[in-house]
């Protein structure tokens, strides 16, 4: 006790110490504050200035200080509600529907507490490795960026302990099924603290707490059929979001009235910057993959829109204070995300007339919205009339949309406008009705630009080689692209004459067939031009697909200097019969997606008024529709496979049952079992359709087939790009995570055409084709887009069927998803069937509601879309079994598979049609995928020595300034010992006293018909390419005391024989040795 009553005192008589201490720390800082306070007045008076400044000084001061105050209130106030949001909700449920959160209100939009518990777990982690990447990243890199900051730092990183929250989460899959749509609804108001400091000039300054609320979409594509099932992630804002910041230190200035809209606006701006639409955040899971057509895809639309006019607008001038009432001078100004467009005002009128014409590029549907604002022209400041925000997702339900629209928050008038959603296709054929619609349309003298035809956007990828700058130093490129009297710019890349932007441009096109694309390549200052280039578009119109993707060479510039750009273009296609976009009575109790006053239903009365349903007349299918192409693989043989069987516990080696799985794009095909064969024959044939996505391979998989687990014979995989790239191939593959072992592999990307008098050639070539398996050669591809229904019958019990439909051709089907309960449902699905005769085979197309009670059934023969013009059939069919009024409005497109073997073996007197190029260095992998192989015809197979032939491919590449020698392959080559030939080509471009062009190939093994498939690549002009002679030969691999002979034949071939800008493959005759 005695102990414990010393301490207790101890304590006490330290405190009372301490007490005064503190009390006279605290009367000092009081004071303190109190000469601060004071000071701006002595300095006033000292100094001579007015009592104006002083005011002016403390008015600034309070208003500061009511500012600082209001945000902090705020901030708090959301941490409250975030942390507290079911009694908060629950508490005001019933006083304003705009106060539930998204997951309460919407039943599409799901509550996500788990995700929310994981970042909160996870937040102090996050915060670490936040402050690691500031402190040893970030300022390192800002203290060596200028010589005023080589004392900045960072004094405090503390994210707090308030985490993001999701507050809700609505997922759509509806739209793409190679993609996934995410929309997440985030609110953070966190707690953060990051202080900086620069001690040379003892500044102070940071951040101390952040709001952020808004909606972030999520895109997770393409969808891949490999691990991580994800191509990329992209991120972005639809809108801005809301953002509020509380500033500390010498940032507080920032809180000035005035300051602080601006410098919250310009941290808007640098997040819009990147994260706001049409700017996306793009992070690639998988190589390979074109980032800036991510980054900036394709539009989904482009929506014209007439701003026609509008009645009972509000009355803002006044005369004479108020006693005598005029009218308005109204205007309107439309904004679709960052483009904004406004109207011309018209004097003093209520009921203006604009009929004005603007069109927007839609990036995402849903999400984007229309906004119309209608404003009273004023010499001060222009009044209010009342807005109206509408979801452009319902435009492109209904195609054309001409309403009334009621004025949201003013006390009345309404605005009269029409929407028209203008699909992208792929193709010229429609441009020239496009064109003569457009002469027709009227549109105001006001309005500046004339309808668009087209639209065409263009990816700049990189350039190589430009020239230099003066002394010798790195440019800084940056490009400007114009088309007609509109210019855009990219960004400068410092330093460097090999520039990589990897960024995306788009522009409306009025006439592509008299309008070019001007680029010019510039150092960053304008005043240098690196190069210049001119597209005409026309050239587009004659190209595959509308587009180009490749180098093009860059004229005014160095002779190696190129650019690489991807240039697409699509027709701008409006289908003029407008369809009803929903329900008269809509299903959801609330309106919109969860933003305020958001139209995105037309009903009666309120808003607006329903259009009048009218059927449309033809398909409008998505711009992907039909892009799939077919990969046929014939699997032909293997050699040196491994033995894997054995008898008596090892003692007596066996052979291998060999078999084959093949894998690509989710589907798994297997091969027969040969029984007892390391040299096994197939000659199995297998056609899959895919989808061009990065990243997909061809898997190959050998193994032994035993009774108990099969053996692995070895592994092969084949990339699809390279095998598109190819178009054909047909080559030995060397087995991987095995001792030895081949296989044969005849691939082919097959091209499709819509020339219906091929298909007599198509299926000629497939008859007198046999494989093994009984596979029979497809002769065309059938792509079915199932649009909608009209006029079903009703169920047993007389409600709406939950309609569904059911395609089938021979032994394969298809289903739809099970519409909304409907007589005229909407589907917008797309299918595809391989067709082996056009001329016999039928696709038969049931509906019934939910996959039982028949609803309607139509006979489809494909022969019928073979008289169909470019082979596609776009209209509405009659359903049998149904009402007489039962229709279903559907697309058929047939495209024929004509393989270059069978335009090889169409070809006269054993020419050749295929054509080959030379590709450049960087597109060529290893085993030279980009070649393409064709049969050659006529000549002795052996060639006239008997001594075999070789195949080469000799050409000079203008693009590269380079000779290039390809060796495709020997045949027929005499063997040298029982066993037959190593083979290799050594060969020499004469003359050459240092021998430095001395070349040879890689070494066949046992093999009398080797393919080399090698380039080799010589940098010389192409007078000297034409002074060289070649002197090769194909040599037998020896060992040092072997008595086999070495040499198997030679060639000699002067190249001014040759004519090397056509590229030609040829086999040429191997001879004996000369002396």
Not at 143 to 164: E, I, P, Y
Not at 412 to 437: C, D, F, I, T, Y
Not at 623 to 643: D, K, N, P, W
Request: hydrophobic share 40%; with cysteine.
């Amino acid at each position: 006790m005695d102990a414990g009553e010393d301490a207790g005192s101890a304590s006490a008589s330290v405190s009372s110490a301490e007490a005064p201490g503190r009390h006279a720390v605290s009367v000092l800082l009081a004071f303190g504050k109190c000469l601060g306070a004071l000071l701006p007045v002595y300095l006033a008076g000292y100094f001579g200035l007015s009592l104006c400044f002083v005011v002016l000084g403390l008015v600034v001061y309070l208003g500061w200080r009511q500012h600082r105050d209001g945000k902090q209130a705020r901030l708090n106030t959301a941490m409250y509600v975030l942390e507290n949001e079911r009694d908060f909700t629950t508490t005001r449920l019933f006083r304003s529907r705009r106060d539930l959160p998204a997951w309460v209100n919407y039943p599409d939009v799901e509550k996500v507490e788990w995700l929310n518990k994981i970042l909160q777990q996870a937040w102090p982690f996050v915060g670490q490795y936040l402050e690691k990447l500031l402190v040893e990243t970030v300022a390192p890199s800002i203290r060596t960026s200028n010589t005023h900051l080589q004392t900045f730092s960072f004094t405090k990183v503390d994210l707090g302990d308030k985490a993001v929250k999701v507050v809700g989460v609505k997922a759509h899959t509806e739209h793409d099924k190679r993609q996934v749509l995410l929309d997440l609804h985030i609110s953070y108001a966190g707690n953060v603290e990051i202080n900086v400091e620069i001690k040379k000039y003892f500044c102070k300054a940071g951040v101390k707490g952040i709001q952020l609320h808004g909606k972030l979409r999520v895109i997770l594509e393409p969808l891949i059929g490999d691990v991580p099932l994800i191509g990329a992630i992209t991120m972005f804002f639809i809108r801005r979001p809301k953002l509020d910041i509380n500033w500390t230190g010498l940032t507080n200035l920032l809180d000035i009235p005035g300051l602080n809209a601006m410098s919250d606006t310009m941290v808007m701006d640098a997040i819009a910057s990147f994260l706001v639409l049409p700017n996306r955040l793009t992070v690639p899971l998988v190589a390979d993959l074109h980032v800036a057509q991510l980054r900036s895809p394709l539009p989904r639309g482009i929506v014209r829109i007439h701003l026609l006019e509008a009645e009972n607008l509000a009355a803002k001038d006044n005369f004479i204070k108020g006693v005598i009432a005029g009218k308005s001078d109204p205007y309107a100004v439309l904004r679709v995300g960052t483009q904004t467009f406004t109207s011309h005002h018209v004097d003093n009128n209520l009921n203006p007339q604009w009929r004005e014409m603007y069109e927007v590029i839609v990036h995402e549907v849903p999400g984007q919205e229309l906004e119309v604002e209608v404003f009273d022209k004023d010499p001060d400041q222009d009044d209010f009339l009342g807005r109206v925000k509408l979801d452009l997702g319902l435009v492109k339900k209904a195609r054309v949309l001409e309403e009334w629209f009621t004025l949201q928050d003013a006390p009345s008038g309404k605005v009269h406008l029409r929407l028209e959603w203008l699909s992208l296709l792929p193709s010229a054929e429609r441009l020239n009705e496009v064109l003569q619609k457009n002469q027709n349309l009227t549109v105001s003298s006001k309005t500046p630009d004339p309808p668009s035809a087209a639209v065409l956007t263009v990816y700049l990828d990189r350039a190589q080689d430009l020239p230099m700058k003066k002394g010798n130093k790195d440019p800084s490129p940056m490009v400007q692209l114009s088309v007609q009297d509109t210019t855009k710019e990219s960004r400068a890349v410092c330093g460097t004459n090999n520039p990589v932007w990897e960024d995306a441009f788009t522009f409306f096109i009025q006439d592509p067939r008299k309008q070019d694309l001007d680029i010019q390549v510039k150092d960053d200052d304008r005043s240098l031009t690196l190069g210049t280039l001119s597209i005409p578009l026309s050239r587009l119109l004659s190209s595959a697909e509308l587009s180009m993707d490749q180098w093009f060479q860059l004229d005014s510039s160095g002779p190696a200097s190129r650019i690489y750009l991807n240039v697409v273009l699509r027709v701008l296609w409006l289908n003029e019969e407008p369809t009803s976009p929903v329900s008269p009575d809509p299903s959801v109790p609330f309106p919109g997606e969860g933003e305020d006053d958001v139209i995105t239903d037309v009903t009666h009365g309120g808003s607006s008024v329903s259009p009048t349903p009218t059927r449309p007349q033809h398909t409008s299918p998505d711009s992907t529709f039909g892009a799939e192409g077919v990969l046929r693989i014939h699997l032909v043989e293997a050699q040196s496979l491994v033995a894997k069987d054995s008898f008596m516990g090892g003692m007596v080696k066996g052979k291998s049952d060999p078999y084959v799985k093949i894998r690509v794009g989710g589907l798994t095909f297997k091969s027969r079992v040969i029984k007892e064969n390391l040299n096994p024959v197939w000659n199995e044939l297998y056609e899959v359709i895919l989808t061009q996505l990065p990243g997909q391979e061809v898997q190959f998989d050998l193994y032994d087939k035993d009774m108990d687990q099969d053996d692995f014979l070895g592994r092969l995989k084949l990339s699809l790009s390279d095998l598109i790239s190819a178009q054909y191939t047909d080559q030995w593959y060397t087995l991987n995570d095995v001792k030895s072992g081949r296989v044969h592999l005849m691939m082919e990307w097959l091209p499709k055409v819509s020339d219906p008098a091929r298909l007599e050639q198509i299926l000629r070539y497939q008859s007198q084709q046999s494989y093994v398996n009984k596979a029979v050669p497809s002769a065309a591809v059938l792509f079915i887009y199932v649009e909608r229904a009209h006029g079903l019958p009703l169920k047993k019990s007389g409600k709406e069927p939950a309609a569904g439909v059911e395609l089938t051709l021979k032994n394969t089907s298809h289903r739809t998803k099970l519409a909304n309960r409907s007589t005229s449902p909407c589907w917008d699905e797309a299918f595809c069937f391989l067709v082996h005769d056009p001329k016999e085979d039928i696709v038969t197309v049931k509906l019934s509601h939910g996959w039982g009670q028949p609803l309607g059934a139509l006979v489809l023969p494909v022969k019928e879309i073979l008289a169909e013009q470019a082979l596609v059939l776009d209209r509405w069919l009659t359903l049998d079994g149904a009402l007489p009024e039962s229709q279903m409005l559907i697309r058929a497109e047939l495209k024929l598979l004509d393989s270059k073997l069978a335009q090889c073996a169409d070809g006269s007197n054993g020419t050749e049609e295929v054509e080959h190029i030379i590709p450049t260095a960087e597109t060529v992998p290893a085993t030279n995928q980009e070649l393409r192989h064709r049969t050659v015809q006529g000549g002795g197979d052996a060639g006239d020595s008997g001594r075999g032939q070789v195949k080469l491919t000799i050409a000079y590449s203008t693009e590269e300034n380079r000779l290039v020698i390809i060796i495709h392959a020997c045949r027929n080559l005499q063997p040298c010992s029982k066993d037959g030939s190593d083979p290799y080509i050594s060969f020499l471009l004469q003359p050459d006293k240092n021998r430095s062009t001395k070349k040879k190939t890689s070494i066949k093994k046992r093999d009398l018909n080797p393919e080399f498939n090698e380039r080799f690549d010589f940098d010389l002009s192409l007078e000297e390419a034409t002074q060289r002679r070649l002197d090769l030969s194909v040599k037998n691999s020896v060992s040092f005391m072997s008595r086999e002979r070495e040499l198997i034949g030679k060639l000699h071939l002067d190249l001014n024989q040759l004519d090397l800008k056509a590229s030609v493959s040829q086999w040429y005759d191997l001879t004996e040795e000369t002396s």
